[in-house]
């Protein structure tokens, strides 16, 4: 069983139902006695970077998902989720992230082609860089999946998986022993993202 | 480098899709469930369905279906017809839709723009336009294009970017339904000073107007298009595989 971090940010119609599309039971949960039997964990997330990890702290869900992380149990954060697994983030201010993945969170303005627009919305392509991963088994370079984001992970090259290019390098998913993450959102990306989902149900805690 | 997105547009009533449909292979030719697989499937990169239902038993069966599609089909959905209150995203947004479009509601109450931005994300709103020229501007029209509202387009664009408006479908109503390829002069108007994507909407004939239209204006980001998808003029597949050979960066499937 796969349990979904809820806490209170965004819409996880989708990521349950494509759950369910690749055969796993996932529950939507709050509740730290069933995280903890869950045998893999999702920390989903849109919004602001402050806003989400205040309301971690405030449910003390921080707490709950650095000691299934610790445990070993696979941990999946997805688009926000995946920002918030790093050491900090620069969005409005700078705010302290979960420290599971060494690298920080900042703003692609600067950092890409001026005139591109920011949110980078859309279907973009990935570059693997790591291949033997097992959350990227199932993929090839090329490969488009969707991304919706205005701010990057940076200074994680030990843990990058995948890269996108828009108007310059952005981190599309990294991973540090148990612990893996999408920028993208792979329950909107088609078979792609799909095949994504399959792979890090199969990946062994 | 991202890819220009291609999106069939559905509108629903009553549970149907409106405007005939024929393709080899669907048996229900007016079922949105199967007509959303098979745009999906054929390398659809969003889908867009419009609720055009007068009747609350109409609206109860929309949101059924957009479950029914949201459940089966992983590509981004978006929601628009009878958006009038953040109510209505809650409603929409609970069945699986993505993002959410409002036209008219957004007419009768601008606050609706930013209301919704702050509360679902900027991502999350779409601004929908028909904009037909009046005496040599380009005027907002209300109600389906029914009704001249009088207001500068281009004026009520920038006012629903500044609300947080995340991405503008620009539909215009004098290239609409004539086939002879988008209104490029007034996507131009739009995509000089708008800082999120610009969908095209509004005269696709055939997959070659699409070429021109990402030829011509680098800048929009999207084209969508109902009825020469729905009568199987054109296929998403052949029209993606034209796009990659003109040398426009597309997704395949």
């Known amino acids: 069983m796969i349990a979904i971090i809820d806490y209170g940010v965004g819409n996880l119609f989708s990521l349950r139902s494509s759950l369910a599309m690749v055969g796993a039971e996932a529950v939507v949960t709050a509740d730290p006695a069933r995280i903890a039997q869950a045998d893999r964990v999702i920390l989903p997330g849109v919004g602001a970077f402050g806003d989400a990890r205040a309301r971690l702290a405030q449910t003390g869900l921080d707490r709950v998902v650095l000691a299934e992380a610790a445990a070993g149990k696979p941990l999946m954060g997805i688009c926000l989720g995946m920002q918030l697994l790093f050491d900090r983030s620069f969005e409005f201010g700078e705010h302290e992230g979960l420290g599971l993945i060494p690298g920080s969170v900042v703003d692609m303005t600067p950092r890409i082609t001026p005139g591109l627009k920011v949110p980078h919305i859309g279907w973009n392509a990935l570059e693997i860089t790591k291949k033997d991963h097992p959350l990227m088994k199932n993929l090839s370079d090329g490969d488009c999946v969707y991304f919706v984001h205005s701010f990057c992970a940076v200074d994680c090259e030990e843990s990058l998986l995948a890269r996108t290019e828009y108007g310059g390098a952005i981190t599309a998913a990294v991973a540090r022993g148990n612990v893996c993450g999408c920028q993208f959102h792979p329950e909107k990306s088609g078979r792609i993202g799909l095949e994504i989902l399959r792979a890090f149900c199969e990946i062994e805690g | ?253």
């Not at chain 2, 609350?56 to 929601?79: C, K, Q, Y």
């Not at chain 2, 996507?187 to 699409?210: H, K, R």
């Open chain 2, 1 to 253: 480098m991202i890819t220009k997105r291609i999106i069939p547009c559905l509108d629903v009533k009553n549970g149907r899709v409106v405007k005939g449909v024929n393709f080899a292979g669907l048996s229900d030719v007016s079922d949105p469930v199967a007509l959303a697989r098979y745009y999906s499937e054929s390398g659809a990169d969003e889908l867009v369905f419009y609720d055009i239902t007068a009747s609350a038993e109409g609206r109860a069966l929309f949101t059924d279906i957009l479950r029914e599609v949201a459940s089966t089909i992983f590509i981004p959905l978006t929601v628009g017809g009878g958006i009038r209150e953040v109510a209505d995203f809650e409603r929409v947004l609970a069945c699986g839709a993505d993002k959410v479009s409002v036209n008219s509601g957004a007419i009768a109450n601008p606050a609706l723009i930013g209301d919704a931005a702050r509360r679902y994300g900027s991502q999350c709103v779409v601004l929908s336009v028909d904009a037909k020229r009046v005496g040599g501007r380009y005027h907002v029209f209300a109600k389906g294009g029914r009704e001249d509202t009088g207001m500068d387009a281009l004026d009520w664009i920038r006012r629903g970017l500044d609300a947080g408006a995340g991405e503008i479908v620009l539909n215009s109503i004098d290239t609409d339904g004539v086939k002879q390829g988008f209104d490029l002069e007034m996507l131009e108007a739009v995509c000089a000073f708008s800082n999120v994507p610009v969908i095209a909407s509004g005269g696709a004939g055939c997959a070659q107007d699409f070429v021109t239209l990402f030829k011509a204006i680098p800048k929009v980001d999207a084209g969508l298009a109902a009825s020469i998808f729905h009568f199987g003029e054109v296929s998403i597949a052949s029209l993606k595989a034209l796009l990659a050979d003109s040398g426009i960066t597309v997704r395949r499937v």
